[in-house]
């Protein structure tokens, strides 16, 4: 008979947090931070821009996780690729897009990535290789999977960073994904975003085996345990995967990450206390601790920090502006893309 | 006796063979598991193997002869001891056929009859509370929880967040971890599971978030849910019910707003039901976790928070499979379900104003559907007007218009008009959505289309 999980006792030994820490030079410093800090501001104005009316549908916002992205995305090449779920606002952000095309589709509008048909969680660019925005918990698994065959395929050395939630980790497709990739030893990195949540089941009530990084062991996939909240250790630990994945096929890092908001903008958030959430901002955050470094080391200093942020705010303001005097998509858009005309 | 070798049927769809090659020649003794001889199918080349002992008789079809028809006899083997005159009364013979007889067709039963009040009248005199359409079928499982000890839900969120669109509101409170059940995020497991369950003689009320994710899970509802009863020669029965929200919500782009009516109607051995009203969902859903078939209830997102009347009747259920009429009128009959029962019913007020009188058809049960009373409102109105939220394609409209033709051919007085979603992924954009679905503009417009009134 099912009956709810409950708290249970570990039998595998559990992986440690990898201690290895990328050497920031100044400039990699200064960076990590600002596009971190791109990644926070621009999703403040869309959780506002969502309170205003102007966003509908689901909103998903990435606080708290912006290390994670920001350091994978530090160790890519040209061509490598990316794909996600739905809190894909960073994803985008990090591998470079054009604030103002990502807000306009939060807001349905014609300047939007998708022309306004999408929303946010279905955004892509051929361009910068993000192949979405997928609203289907799981399903971008298997596609990652698929676009690693592809460069296979085409001998073009390029990687796929497929991410997902520790919540997605648990669907069946995931592990089709993982037996194919090792067996044809394709060049995929699969970054499980363990925020601890899937919605409002923490991980302890719906995986049996909680040390994500392990997931690969029956396929001989191996995985690597990271903080991400520490921007060095995501950068470090992915550069070295993203190597792996290139010259051997598969290969897992678990980002232990934590999400500030809620799941969505409609969720209250009461499956935790407000005491964890504050512990984790006031101990972990992932801007912050560059911040303390950048001061410390001399970097630069509170005004310079204070600029900087000043810049983003514009950039992310003029963003929301755009998203919202943009028009809408022209009416006859409701007919077109649905297939290609021959 | 004398054995008779028969030409092998060597794969399901093969009728005749070349038969190329002996391996063995009159006269020759063998024994189980020789191979006598090759023949090619249409697909490969395969070796005939005896499964007899003794010795080759004669040979009667000789290698290289095309087209040899299956059961046909090839040689004879002649037992121990008999000699050539066993085979005297034996002559190449036609082929037997290897199709079965033409099986005699017989008519479809009837819908077999469930133990729910055949009767969806509700009796002179009944109060009604308001409650919200959320509230109706979070009424409906907890009865029937209380009941039924067999029962337990199961879905993603439904127990500690008490329903991602909360739903499922205080049942874990009340029954229980055992049997209010928070799931993975593995669609396709535990409708398997739940299938599993049911088999087991259980009750399981699976929940999906939103019947997009059930795509992942579709396998399992009607391979494993639909088809099972019948593959086992009716032994296996499949007590479940897969509910969630169908349909559009707002704004959620096109992954997350299909309506899959058309497909779960498609399907034989499932039952799908399709409630518009906090009545009908209370009754209905009811029914729903009493049947002992596989339910497909599709709920609508939209509709959850609508106030509307209740009947406080103890232990209110609703016949599965009978349609409603929400409004009676005499001009044209508008058939919907679900959130399409709104749109006609706001456009028979609006057709009312302009003199047309809109009888509207409230299906309830897309499968099995209630033709008598799509039929009679059609004989009495001579037009129809099909309202969904589906694509237009193969769609309920297309069923709907077969019924008709069918039922009511010669009391139309206009071709059926049909109000469906645009032909196209639902746009995210406000404008596009609006324009992507029906409305009530849209049904009166096909209404007076039908009525030649424009
Ligand atoms: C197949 C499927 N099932 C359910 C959902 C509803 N849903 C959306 S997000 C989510 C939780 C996912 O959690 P996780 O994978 O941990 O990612 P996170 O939201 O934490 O980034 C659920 C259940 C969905 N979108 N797709
Ligand atoms: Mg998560």
Known sequence: MAARAAPRKKTTKKSKVSGKIANFS????????????????????????????????????????????????????????????????????????????????????????????????????????????????????????????????????????????????????????????????????????????????????????????????????????????????????????????????????????????????????????????????????????????????????????????????????????????????????LWTDVLIES | MAIEILMPALSPTMEEGKLSTWLVKEGDTIVSGDVLCEIETDKATMEVESIDEGVIGKILIEAGTEGVLVNSVIAILLMDGEDASAMDDIKPQAAAPVAAAEPEAADAPAAPVIEVPQSDEIPEGTTFKQQTVREALRDAMAEEMRNEENIFIMGEEVAEYQGAYKVTQGLLEEFGAKRVIDTPITEHGFAGLGVGAAFGGLKPVIEFMTFNFAMQAIDHIINSAAKTLYMSGGQMGCPIVFRGPNGAAS?????????????????????????????????????????????????????????????????????????????????????????????????????????????????????PLDTETIVESVKKTGRMVTVEEGWVRCGLGAELTAVVMDGAFDYLDAPVARVTSKDVPLPYAANLEKLALPNANDVVAAARKTCYAD
């Open chain 1, 26 to 333: 100044e400039s990699e410093e200064m960076k990590a931070y600002y596009d971190m800090l791109l990644i926070r501001r621009f999703e403040e104005k869309a959780g506002q821009l969502y309170g205003m009316g102007q966003i509908g549908g689901f909103c998903h916002l990435y606080i708290g996780q912006e290390a994670v992205v920001t350091g994978i995305n530090m160790a890519l090449t040209e061509g490598d690729q990316s794909i996600t779920a739905y809190r894909d606002h960073a994803h985008m952000l990090a591998v470079g897009l054009d604030p103002k095309g990502i807000m306009a589709e939060l807001t349905g509008r014609e300047g939007g990535l998708s022309k306004g048909k999408g929303g946010s969680m279905h955004m892509f660019s051929r361009e910068k290789h993000f192949y979405g925005g997928h609203g289907i918990v799981g399903a971008q698994v298997s596609i990652g999977t698929g676009l690693a065959f592809s460069n296979k395929f085409n001998g073009n050395g390029s990687v796929c960073i497929t991410y997902m939630g520790d919540g997605a980790s648990n669907q069946g497709q995931v592990y089709e994904s993982f037996n194919m990739a090792k067996l044809w030893n394709l060049p995929i990195v699969y970054i499980i975003e363990n925020n601890q949540y899937a919605m409002g089941t923490a991980i302890a009530r719906a995986s049996s085996q909680t040390d994500f990084s392990q997931r690969g062991v029956s396929f001989n996939i191996p995985g690597q345990k990271i903080d991400g909240m520490d921007v060095r250790a995501v950068y470090a630990a992915a550069e070295e995967a993203v190597k792996y994945a290139r010259e051997n096929g598969p290969i897992i890092l678990e980002m232990m990450t934590y999400r500030y908001r809620g799941h969505s903008m409609s969720d209250p958030a009461k499956y935790r206390s407000k005491d964890e959430v504050q512990r984790m901002r006031a101990e972990h955050d992932p801007i912050d601790q560059v911040k303390m470094r950048i001061l410390e080391g001399g970097l630069a200093t509170e005004d310079d920090l204070k600029d900087m942020d000043k810049k983003i705010r514009a950039i992310v303001t003029e963003s929301a502006d755009y998203a919202v005097n943009c028009p809408e998509p022209d009416a006859s858009e």
């Open chain 2, 251 to 367: 704004r959620v782009g096109a992954q997350h707003s299909q309506d899959y009516t058309a497909w779960y109607a498609n399907i034989p051995g499932l039952k799908v039901v399709s409630p518009y009203s906090a009545e009908d969902a209370k009754g209905l859903l009811k029914a729903a976790m009493r049947d002992p078939n596989p339910v497909v209830f599709l709920e609508n997102e939209l509709l959850y928070g609508v106030t509307m009347d209740v009947p406080e009747i103890e232990d209110f259920v609703l016949p599965i499979g009978k349609a409603k009429i929400e409004r009676a009128g005499t001009d044209v009959t508008i058939v919907s379900h679900s959130m399409g029962v709104k749109l006609a019913l706001d456009a028979a007020e609006i057709l009312a104003e302009q003199g047309i009188s809109a009888e509207v058809v409230n299906l309830r049960t897309i499968r």
